[in-house]
C-alpha cells in the first residue's frame, strides 16, 4: 500500500493552489479558510522540529542537529529562520524567536500571511491601517492582541488588514512557529518596521463625536487608536538553521 505524503508537503502544495486561485480573482475568504484549517493540524512532529527538546536533552544528536543547537545558543541573533520552501507564489519557513526578544512591527506590502505556533510561547499583535498622517506615520487600531502557543488557531494577515504586526517570545520562552507568505518579499515588496506609539483618540471617537468625552483609561486596548512611526531597525536580524523535516519536493 503506498504511504501517505507528509502532511507538511500536503500544506504546500494546497498554499500553492490557494494562492493561485486568489491571484485569478477568486473570492479569497473561501480559499483561506480550507488553508487555514488545513495548517491548524501542523505541529512540530510533522516538520521533525526538535529544537527546544535538543536543549533540554543534547545527547546523540545527528550532525546537523548539533550544529542547529550550538548555532542557536552561541548566537547572538534574536531570531533565526529555516527554509522549507519558495517560489514566485509562496515562500514557507520556520522562524525562531529567541526568549526576551521579537521580530520587529513590519508589514507585508500586497501580500497574505499565515502563522502557526509550533512550540513554544509568544504574542501576536496585528494592527489595521486607518488612514496615513503623513508620508512618515500611520494612525492605525490594534485589531488583535493575544497570546498564541502551540495549541492556537493559524492567524491569517491579510494585504488590507491586519497586515501590520509583531511577534515576540514571552513566559521566558522561545517561540517558533511556521510561516506562509504570498508572495514572497522581493525588492519589490520589501517590508517597512514601525515603532507604535498609543493616540490620545480611541477608535471609536475618532468616528463619532459622543464618545470624545470618555476618558482614555476607561479605552480597551484595542479600541484606541496608535500611530505607527516608520524606522530603520539596524538591531534586527536573522541567521539560518537548517531544516531537518520531510523533504519538500514538488
Do not use: W
Not at 500586497?110 to 502563522?115: A, E, R, S, V, Y
Not at 499583535?125 to 503623513?134: D, Q
Request: net charge negative; aromatic share 8%; glycine share 2%.
Amino acid at each position: 500500500m503506498q504511504s501517505s505524503s507528509p502532511r507538511i508537503l500536503t500544506l504546500i502544495k494546497q498554499a500553492k493552489q490557494t494562492f493561485s486561485l486568489i491571484s485569478s480573482n477568486n473570492d479569497p475568504n473561501d480559499c483561506i479558510d480550507s488553508l487555514r484549517r488545513l495548517m491548524n493540524r501542523i505541529t512540530k512532529y510533522d516538520l521533525n522540529f526538535t529544537l527546544f527538546d535538543n536543549m533540554k536533552n543534547s545527547q546523540s544528536l545527528n550532525s546537523i542537529d548539533q550544529k542547529n543547537l550550538d548555532k542557536f545558543i552561541n548566537s547572538n541573533a534574536p531570531v533565526f529562520y529555516m527554509k522549507l520552501y519558495e517560489d514566485n507564489i509562496i515562500s514557507v519557513g520556520i522562524f525562531i524567536i529567541k526568549s526576551h526578544h521579537r521580530m520587529p512591527l513590519h508589514d507585508h506590502p500586497h501580500m497574505f500571511g499565515l502563522i502557526k505556533v509550533l512550540d513554544g510561547h509568544g504574542h501576536l499583535n496585528a494592527y489595521n491601517i486607518l488612514f496615513e498622517k503623513n508620508e512618515n506615520e500611520l494612525i492605525c487600531s490594534k485589531h488583535i492582541s493575544t497570546s498564541i502557543n502551540s495549541q492556537s488557531e493559524t492567524a491569517v494577515l491579510y494585504p488590507n488588514k491586519l497586515n501590520i504586526h509583531e511577534i515576540y517570545a514571552t513566559n521566558n520562552d522561545h517561540c517558533a512557529f511556521l510561516d506562509i507568505l504570498s508572495p514572497p518579499y522581493s525588492n519589490e515588496n520589501d517590508c517597512t518596521c514601525y515603532i507604535a506609539k498609543p493616540s490620545s483618540l480611541s477608535s471609536s471617537s475618532s468616528s463619532s463625536s459622543s464618545s470624545s468625552s470618555q476618558s482614555t483609561t476607561d479605552i480597551n486596548e484595542n479600541e484606541r487608536n496608535y500611530v505607527l512611526k516608520r524606522i530603520f531597525d539596524d538591531e534586527y536580524y536573522t541567521e539560518s538553521l537548517q531544516y531537518t523535516g520531510p523533504t519538500i519536493s514538488l
